[in-house]
């Protein structure tokens, strides 16, 4: 094997066997390449002493390392790109004529980089905002990969739902993602491997029960203005008090309580008719006076009569009236809290006792529902183009037109525009759009059964199996293999070897099979050696294959109206897991979609000393207290609306069992037992 060893200014060079296939006065006598999951790869390579300071300023600080089995240049192949890193070391190597240096497959702004790939990572129901607390979401510099660009947003937080870790090529430094039990590639060596290297070991035993609660908690709110008017009047009522008293006592029904959550905000009454009632005694006497009669009828003037008395009586009124209208205000708001309870179980196979260990991982609170924390606030004096959207006052605005923000939000230009063809007279900057709070509409009754709760259920869900898949992985197995068979190993890769040291299958074969989560390059051009140390992660699962999909029933349709889901309907099904939610429908004390119905909102109504009340009480009176009786008594509404008033938190539980997560059979330590015991 040929090796060769480049300096190179830039470490994004593309590479070039015609030109990098060099060893630029440093002859290699040998190297190791080490890579570990979630670890940079480490290239240690010894060459012939340079006799120059190779860490000078004006050097060069990047190298290609690359092999070509026939000698060839231009069948070489690029092992490792990477930067120099610390002291050269072993200085004594061979009486001082060879020294070892050490690189990292470390990509220039490695940070940035990963933040970068790891936003396109940010995908439902992988990964979701209410996990990841409150604030202010990380934005996208204009150059993501400018160092001074400050951007402190944790990538790791796209792998809390995957059961994977991030991986750099030590050739490309592209980033990706590489599944923490099963490789995308499948080596087979069977026996071929230097059996004597064999190192097996155990970590903790698998997890074979997890549950996670899920709690989220917001303000239900609701307000209405209803016209009840109509509805109370029922056809109109009858009244003797005057129109100002009657006035007075319909905004008085305004006092329902403090609690009670209903105010008066206006009302109107309108006279259609008016009728006398009566006759009173007013308590005075009338004297009149009579005349004689003349032979043809006519009163004889000259002479009278003695004088006579009478008793006076007079009329009062009564009025017709319509109560046109009675509008009133309701606030309502509750308090309310879901808890989801996922429970799930890890096909496992039993390991020093562990079938009966259930881990309860850490509860979880989401942020806010009812806050959007991913829309940028509106600043002043900032250049908006079109499509921009930012939130002001709680509400969300997408720019229409172009523009400069003054120093106050404001819909309409500074400057009017120049007027095109069939051009609107007015122009605006801005037009409302949703929100992207979690929960839209305030006065939700339930979060969990809407298609956002949905998904944040799933995504909790996703945590859990990735926990589980995490847990399986309690084998670790090292040995050493040919440089033919694992020289192009990556850790995308599994590998399959056989050795008595492992218990028999139900294959027959002693066989074990893992991820490769650690490997070891190695080459020494003394002695012409090469191997590769390999490490496997080692699943305890049982690796039986999941059973058949059932086809998928939508989300329930949640705002308007929100629905309740029986128990066992429906079912879901996010990636392996089946699961759905079990538990009471929602409480509702209060209907806020009927808030503005006059039939819901009002319980009781009376009317007070209607005109024929009045008119006994009138009678009743002693001479000349009719109409005093009458101002006693008069007209009133009393009504008994619905209590806005809100309870304790209404809590409500639900369960989410799901069916057992899988995983591969890397060794089988039941086999033939479970056959006997199934």
């Known amino acids: 094997m040929w090796v060769y060893f ?12 015609g030109e990098h296939t060099r060893t630029d006065h440093m002859r290699v006598i040998g190297f190791e390449i080490t890579k570990e999951e979630g670890e940079y790869a480490v290239l240690e390579i010894e060459t012939e002493n340079p006799g120059v300071g190779v860490l000078s300023a004006a050097r060069k600080q990047y190298g290609l390392l690359s092999i070509s089995e026939t000698g060839r240049p231009g069948d070489a192949v690029l092992m490792f790109r990477g930067m120099i890193q610390g002291l050269p070391s072993d200085l004594g190597g061979d009486d001082g004529k060879s020294i070892t ?9 490695a940070a940035a980089r990963l933040r970068e790939f790891a936003r396109g990572l940010r995908v439902a129901p992988y990964f979701d905002r209410l996990f990841m607390g409150a604030g202010d979401p990380p934005k996208a510099p204009d150059d993501p990969l400018d160092p001074e660009v400050e951007d402190t947003w944790d990538p790791t937080e796209v792998l809390e739902a995957r059961s994977a870790v991030f991986d750099v090529d030590e050739v490309t430094h ?13 080596l087979d060596l069977g026996r071929f491997f230097d059996a004597s290297s064999l190192e097996p070991s155990m970590g903790e035993p698998p997890v074979p029960s997890a549950v996670m609660t899920v709690s989220c908690e917001w303000v239900q709110r609701a307000q209405a203005e209803t016209d009840i008017g109509p509805y109370v009047d029922g056809g109109g009522f009858t009244t003797m008090s005057n129109m100002q008293a009657l006035d007075t006592e319909i905004m008085r029904t305004g006092s329902f309580g403090a609690d009670s959550g209903w105010s008066v905000v206006d009302s109107a009454i309108r006279q259609w008719g008016i009728d006398e009632v009566g006759p009173f005694l007013t308590g005075k006497q009338k004297v ?12 004889d003037l000259n002479r009278p009569l003695p004088p006579g008395k009478a008793k006076e009586k007079r009329y009062l009124l009564k009025y017709y009236m319509n109560l046109t209208r009675l509008v009133v205000k309701g606030d309502y708001q509750q308090s309310r809290r879901e808890i989801a309870i996922i429970r799930m179980d890890a096909d496992v196979q039993p390991i020093l006792g562990s079938a009966t260990r259930e881990e309860v991982m850490d509860a979880i609170s989401l942020s806010s529902l009812t806050e959007d924390t991913e829309t940028p606030e509106w600043e002043p004096e900032t250049e908006y183009k079109e499509g921009d959207v930012v939130q002001h006052k709680g509400k969300c605005w997408k720019c229409v037109w172009p523009h400069k923000s003054l120093l106050w939000f404001s819909f309409l230009p500074e400057v009017k525009p120049v007027r095109w063809a069939g051009a609107p007279e007015i122009i605006f900057q801005w037009e409302r759009v949703p929100t992207k709070a979690a929960l839209q509409k305030e006065w939700a009754y339930t979060f969990y059964d809407t298609d956002r709760g949905r998904q944040a259920i799933e995504h909790a869900i996703l945590r859990v ?40 299958g139900q294959g027959g074969k002693h066989e074990c099979k893992g991820k490769v989560i650690a490997y070891r390059k190695v080459w020494d051009g003394r002695t012409g050696t090469r191997y590769v140390e390999v490490t496997l992660g080692v699943s305890a699962g049982r690796g039986d294959p999941p059973r058949a999909k059932k086809p998928g029933i939508p989300y329930s349709v949640a705002m308007p109206p929100y629905g309740y889901v029986p128990d066992g309907l429906p079912e879901y099904e996010t990636e392996d897991i089946r699961w759905k939610v079990k538990g009471p429908p929602y409480r509702w004390p209060i209907n806020v979609e009927a808030l503005r119905s006059p039939s819901y909102i009002v319980q009781q109504k009376t009317w007070n000393n209607l005109a024929g009340t009045q008119s006994g009480y009138a009678a009743g009176a002693p001479p000349g207290g009719a109409a005093a009786a009458v101002a006693a008594h008069p007209t009133s509404l009393s009504l008994r609306l619905r209590s806005l008033a809100a309870t304790d938190t209404l809590v ?24 006997i015991s199934d």
Request: aromatic share 12%; hydrophobic share 35%; proline share 7%.
């Open 288 to 299: 009149w006076t009579g005349y004689h009669l003349n032979p043809d009828g006519s009163a």
């Open 174 to 186: 592209e980033h990706d993602i590489v599944d923490y039990l099963e490789g995308s590639r499948e």
């Open 652 to 675: 409500r539980r639900l369960a989410v069992p799901c069916s057992p997560v899988t995983g591969p059979k890397g060794i089988d330590v039941e086999w033939p037992r479970r056959i």
């Open 465 to 504: 199996r990735a926990f589980l898949r995490h847990r399986m992985r309690c084998f670790t197995v090292k040995f050493r293999g040919s440089w033919e068979s694992l020289g192009d190993v990556t850790l995308k890769d599994s590998v399959r070897i056989e050795h008595d040291f492992f218990p028999r």
């Open 101 to 109: 240096f050490e690189f990292i497959a470390q990509p220039v702004n």
């Open 6 to 17: 480049a300096w190179v200014d830039d470490l994004d060079v593309e590479f070039d066997p």
